[in-house]
Structures are given as structure tokens and as C-alpha cells.
């Protein structure tokens, strides 16, 4: 009997495998990209620990303990590195979020529907330009010679300011670019639950008369928090990850206070001088610090409401 319905199950589970076949041929490809990009990396990260010479390879170069993780923390330049990318990192959720909430809740409450599609295909496009064509747009708004901004100012009167140079305002021109940037692309996953509230509760809203900002601020906030706070955990798992397109495109001697971060410390010291283990080891740093401000986020999110990522 139980040999019987052994073998009922048998042909049971190969049925479904068979119905579901189409789909499980689409999870291949996704499934080599992780095995190959993501998980097969993991085994060449033992490099972070060995004096990595390219004729030995990765399984016959030196074992050297954690001399590359030393190299990097005692180096001159550590704390003014992390000082710089964990600034550009926090400034950019702090704007970056926020801005994205605020724009899809404007395309979501418009009452003029096209106009609300056209604003939201417009604040996609940025997403799709690379930092290049990005740094070319701000040279002709920024640029002390013949900038847009500047030839305003020199219109007021003012002396023109070279944004791109000038550490003061640096920072601020990496932030706020970024924010402009990926606001629209950012704003879809928040657009996409707002569809999901239930449009009875703005009903009853409308006919207690509530106000538009109290509707936002007492119902849409509310019932998008879960997905605000997972944007936001998942955020904080590349918090050290500043953005090295954007800066290494933007950046220059005058401002390397305020714009070299750890990414492109990494990339002249381990790229430009060939010491791949120290960028290993860097990688892992990195790595190791974002899985900590995860659990940590999530724990906190966890005891303070109730939504969490697990």
C-alpha cells in the first residue's frame, strides 16, 4: 500500500513539474547569471587574504592573513574615505527617498490623468542616461564660463561660481544630482503600492471632507510604510556604496576632500597598481558592514512597527 502511494506521489510531482515546466525553463537563465556573476565570486574573495600574484592564480598565490585588511585601515586617507562615501551614501537615502514618496503620491493624487503620465515617463528618463551625458548636462548649467546659473548671476550682478571645483558645494551637486536622476525610476515601486490601496478609504475620506494633505498624511503614508521601509532596509545593505560612476565622473584634484570615496580609492590603489587582493578585501569590508546595518535596520524596524523584511 504504501509502495503504491509512493508511486502515486511519484507521477503526481512529474505532472506538475511538467505543467510548470515553461516557467522553470525561465528561471534558468537568472539562475547561471547568480551562479556565475554572483556565487562563483565568493570563492575568488579568498584573495583578500593572500599577496595575489596573477602567474600563481587565486588558488596558488600566498597566504598572507588579514595583511590586506590592515593596509587599508591604517591607510592615511581611511577615515576621511569612510567619512566621505557614508556622507554621500545617507545624504543620498535621506534626499533620495523622500523626493521619490513625494513624486509618485503627486502623479498618483493628479486629477489630470496625461498630465500625470507625461510627468511620470519625463522623471524616468534621466534613470536611462549614463553619468557621462549627466556631467555634460551639468557643465552647461554649471560651468563658470558659460553656464546657464552663472550667466544668471552675472546678470544679478554676482561673481560666477565654479560649482564643480568649489568643495562647498560639491556635495551638494552629487546629492541633488543623484536625487534628479533617479527620482522617476526609484518612484515606480511606491506608485505601484499606492495602486494597491483600497480606493474606498479615499471615498470615506471625501466625504468626512478631509483636506488632500490630511488624505496623504493620514491614510497613502500609512498604508505604503511597509514598502517604505523595505526601500529603505534594502538601501542600507549598500550603504557604503557612494556611487562610483557618479563620482569618479564629477571629481577632481580641488575636491578630493569631500569627493574621493572608498570606491575610487580602491579602484587607483587596486585597479591603476594591480593590488587586487587589497580591493578584495575592501569588497568584503564593505560587504560585511552593509550586511550588519541590514540586520540592524530590520530588528529596529521590527520592535518599533510592524513590518519587517524577515
Same mark, same amino acid.
Given at each position: 500500500m504504501s509502495s503504491y502511494a509512493a508511486a502515486t506521489s511519484k507521477k503526481s510531482l512529474w505532472r506538475e513539474i511538467r505543467r510548470y515546466m515553461p516557467i522553470y525553463m525561465l528561471m534558468v537563465l537568472p539562475l547561471l547569471y547568480y551562479a556565475i556573476f554572483r556565487y562563483w565570486p565568493i570563492v575568488n574573495g579568498q584573495i583578500a587574504f593572500k599577496d595575489y600574484m596573477a602567474l600563481d592564480g587565486v588558488w596558488g598565490s600566498k597566504w598572507i592573513g588579514f595583511e590586506n585588511f590592515r593596509s587599508f585601515f591604517n591607510s592615511f586617507y581611511f577615515w576621511e574615505l569612510l567619512r566621505n562615501t557614508v556622507f554621500y551614501s545617507f545624504g543620498k537615502l535621506l534626499v533620495g527617498v523622500p523626493v521619490s514618496i513625494i513624486l509618485a503620491i503627486m502623479i498618483y493624487e493628479t486629477n489630470h490623468p496625461k498630465l500625470g503620465k507625461v510627468v511620470q515617463t519625463l522623471s524616468y528618463l534621466p534613470h536611462f542616461l549614463s553619468w557621462v551625458i549627466v556631467y555634460g548636462i551639468l *557643465? @552647461? *548649467? +554649471?560651468a563658470p564660463g558659460d553656464g546657464l546659473v552663472n550667466d544668471v548671476l552675472k546678470a544679478m550682478g554676482q561673481q560666477p561660481i565654479d560649482f564643480l571645483t568649489n568643495t562647498k558645494y560639491f556635495p551638494w551637486i552629487v546629492i541633488l544630482s543623484d536625487a534628479w &536622476? %533617479?527620482?522617476g525610476w526609484s $518612484? #515606480? #515601486?511606491?506608485i505601484a503600492a499606492l495602486m494597491a490601496i483600497d480606493p474606498t478609504l479615499f471615498e470615506a475620506a $471625501? @466625504? %468626512?471632507g478631509v483636506t488632500a494633505f490630511q488624505r496623504v498624511w493620514y491614510i497613502t503614508l500609512p498604508l505604503i510604510r511597509p514598502v517604505i521601509m523595505t526601500v529603505v532596509i +534594502? &538601501? +542600507?545593505g549598500t550603504i557604503l556604496d557612494a556611487g562610483f560612476n557618479q563620482i569618479f565622473m564629477l571629481y577632481s584634484i580641488p575636491v578630493y576632500s569631500v569627493a574621493d570615496i572608498i570606491d575610487t580609492w @580602491?579602484?587607483?590603489q587596486g585597479l591603476l597598481e594591480f593590488r587586487f587582493g587589497l580591493a578584495t578585501a575592501v569588497g568584503l569590508f564593505k560587504g560585511t558592514i552593509g550586511m550588519i546595518m541590514v540586520i540592524i535596520a530590520n530588528r529596529l524596524v521590527k520592535r518599533f512597527s510592524d513590518s519587517s523584511m524577515y
Amino acid at each position: 500500500m504504501s509502495s503504491y502511494a509512493a508511486a502515486t506521489s511519484k507521477k503526481s510531482l512529474w505532472r506538475e513539474i511538467r505543467r510548470y515546466m515553461p516557467i522553470y525553463m525561465l528561471m534558468v537563465l537568472p539562475l547561471l547569471y547568480y551562479a556565475i556573476f554572483r556565487y562563483w565570486p565568493i570563492v575568488n574573495g579568498q584573495i583578500a587574504f593572500k599577496d595575489y600574484m596573477a602567474l600563481d592564480g587565486v588558488w596558488g598565490s600566498k597566504w598572507i592573513g588579514f595583511e590586506n585588511f590592515r593596509s587599508f585601515f591604517n591607510s592615511f586617507y581611511f577615515w576621511e574615505l569612510l567619512r566621505n562615501t557614508v556622507f554621500y551614501s545617507f545624504g543620498k537615502l535621506l534626499v533620495g527617498v523622500p523626493v521619490s514618496i513625494i513624486l509618485a503620491i503627486m502623479i498618483y493624487e493628479t486629477n489630470h490623468p496625461k498630465l500625470g503620465k507625461v510627468v511620470q515617463t519625463l522623471s524616468y528618463l534621466p534613470h536611462f542616461l549614463s553619468w557621462v551625458i549627466v556631467y555634460g548636462i551639468l *557643465l @552647461v *548649467l +554649471l560651468a563658470p564660463g558659460d553656464g546657464l546659473v552663472n550667466d544668471v548671476l552675472k546678470a544679478m550682478g554676482q561673481q560666477p561660481i565654479d560649482f564643480l571645483t568649489n568643495t562647498k558645494y560639491f556635495p551638494w551637486i552629487v546629492i541633488l544630482s543623484d536625487a534628479w &536622476k %533617479e527620482m522617476g525610476w526609484s $518612484a #515606480i #515601486i511606491f506608485i505601484a503600492a499606492l495602486m494597491a490601496i483600497d480606493p474606498t478609504l479615499f471615498e470615506a475620506a $471625501a @466625504v %468626512e471632507g478631509v483636506t488632500a494633505f490630511q488624505r496623504v498624511w493620514y491614510i497613502t503614508l500609512p498604508l505604503i510604510r511597509p514598502v517604505i521601509m523595505t526601500v529603505v532596509i +534594502l &538601501k +542600507l545593505g549598500t550603504i557604503l556604496d557612494a556611487g562610483f560612476n557618479q563620482i569618479f565622473m564629477l571629481y577632481s584634484i580641488p575636491v578630493y576632500s569631500v569627493a574621493d570615496i572608498i570606491d575610487t580609492w @580602491v579602484y587607483r590603489q587596486g585597479l591603476l597598481e594591480f593590488r587586487f587582493g587589497l580591493a578584495t578585501a575592501v569588497g568584503l569590508f564593505k560587504g560585511t558592514i552593509g550586511m550588519i546595518m541590514v540586520i540592524i535596520a530590520n530588528r529596529l524596524v521590527k520592535r518599533f512597527s510592524d513590518s519587517s523584511m524577515y
